[in-house]
């Protein structure tokens, strides 16, 4: 059995964070384990994310825990505090860990402001030359990217070689929904070819865990022993199939349905 590592926060409605990346490991039949680093919960009647970093200590507790049993390949999420971002990068340093896929969380959907923005200049420069691949959406893109914004396919190419510039192995940057074009188009970049990745756009806005359920799939694809490019292509259309059978969960949210692939 592989095994995987998310270290990322929960999501305590279920469809993102530590729990999409649960679901989606089980139906790549990959075991996964969990290092919580920050909690995430809604307050009724408006669904306010209210998000509390969890002590630095115990996330290290928890990463211990993990990596005296070994892992096949570790994704990160939702990060909470620079503290946690430093620990992270000791600890794939430390231990070697070579299929990293790094999921830069800054904003939840439907949420307009940055989670917490002391924790982007840390993730550029300790998580990212530590990436196999990240997987930022267009407004974390031009976060790392330090661009004003991204429209154009010409610019997220921009976009993505300034990324690889900053030392991750490759990029796949998530046109999704927001970027205008007909269809829902990503853009792969490993150095050294652009791959453009075409799904139908679907029209829905069930899709809360879309970019956890993408990460995650390509996580669990790089253990058991895909190509980056694989990985990716494969967790494309994961995610897509989740969307397609997003639901919705109450007046505030749809989550993606993590199992839509295998079951639909
Ligand atoms: N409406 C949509 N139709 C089809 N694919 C989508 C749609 N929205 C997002 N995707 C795809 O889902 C994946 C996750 O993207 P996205 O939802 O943009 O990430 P995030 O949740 O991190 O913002 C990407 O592959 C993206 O292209
Ligand atoms: C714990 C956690 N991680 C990550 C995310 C980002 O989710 P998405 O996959 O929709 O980008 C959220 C959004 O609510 C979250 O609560
Ligand atoms: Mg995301």
Redesign the pocket.
Same mark, same amino acid.
């Given at each position: 059995m592989k095994k995987t590592l998310t270290l990322a926060g929960s999501d305590s409605s279920g469809g993102?964070g530590i729990q999409a990346d649960l679901k989606t490991f089980q139906e790549h039949n990959v075991y996964g384990m969990t290092a919580i680093t920050s909690i995430v919960a809604m307050k009724p009647g408006t669904w306010a994310h209210d998000v509390t970093a969890i002590d630095v200590n115990i996330v290290e507790k928890q990463l211990d825990t993990i990596l005296s049993v070994g892992i096949d390949a570790m994704k990160t999420g939702m990060l909470g505090s620079v503290d946690i971002i430093e620990l992270g990068a000791k600890k794939i340093k430390e231990h070697g860990i070579d299929r990293v896929v790094i999921?830069p969380?800054m @904003?939840c !959907?439907g949420e307009n402001e940055v989670l917490q923005p002391e924790n982007t200049d840390a993730m550029r420069e300790l998580l990212l030359p530590l990436a196999t691949v990240t997987?930022?959406?267009?407004?974390?893109a031009s976060q790392l990217a330090q661009m004003d914004s991204i429209q154009t396919l010409d610019e997220m190419k921009e976009a993505a070689q300034k990324i690889v510039d900053l030392g991750a192995k490759s990029v @796949?940057i !998530?046109?999704?929904?927001?970027?205008m074009n007909k269809?829902?188009?990503?853009l792969f970049y490993d150095g050294q070819e652009f791959v453009v990745?075409e799904?139908?756009?679907?029209?829905?806005s069930y899709?809360?865990?879309?970019?956890?359920?993408?990460?995650a799939a390509i996580t669990s694809n790089l253990a058991n022993g895909d190509s980056v490019k694989e990985a990716v292509t494969k967790?494309?259309d994961f995610?897509?199939a989740?969307?397609?059978h997003g639901f919705k969960l109450n007046d505030f949210v749809g989550p993606v349905m993590h199992g839509a692939y295998n079951q639909k």
């Open positions: 993102a999921d969380v @904003v !959907k997987t930022p959406n267009l407004f974390e @796949v !998530k046109g999704g929904k927001a970027f269809e829902a188009i990503d990745l799904k139908e756009k679907l029209q829905t899709n809360h865990g879309a970019g956890c359920t993408f990460a967790a494309k995610v897509h989740a969307i397609k």
